[in-house]
């Protein structure tokens, strides 16, 4: 039976991008797969699987198809977060899709991957 895996994120540089995504979501690096052009990362609390990285050579896309939503449960949380990644190194997108009164806001990794900061509390924009 076919069953959906985790996201895999293309980076140019693993151990950078290692040390970026679980610092920002509290994730820990395993054995599994590891190599030169792949890291697996895991929920520290067990629960398995989370995200994937993997070396790549193309670019980011500026406006990307899929990208991952990351949640928070109120605005105060979302602002803290979104201040807590930009210290880690996350830049602020200049994104022209913002709808008036957004519930998210527009992050990029190192690389440049678009993600999303979500205020569940004020989901969904419209």
Known sequence: MLSLGFPVIGVTDVPRAEAFWTRALNLVATEEWHGDNWRTLNHADGRGRALALMRSES????????????????????????????????????????????????????????????????????
């Open 59 to 126: 670019p980011a896309e500026p406006k990307p198809r899929l990208h991952l939503d990351l949640l928070v449960e109120t605005t105060p949380e979302q602002q803290a977060e979104v201040e807590r990644l930009l210290d880690l190194g996350a830049q602020r997108v200049d994104w022209d899709g913002y709808p008036p009164d957004p519930d998210f806001v527009v992050l990029a990794d190192l690389d440049g991957n678009i993600f999303c900061v979500v205020d569940l509390s004020n989901a969904p924009s419209g």
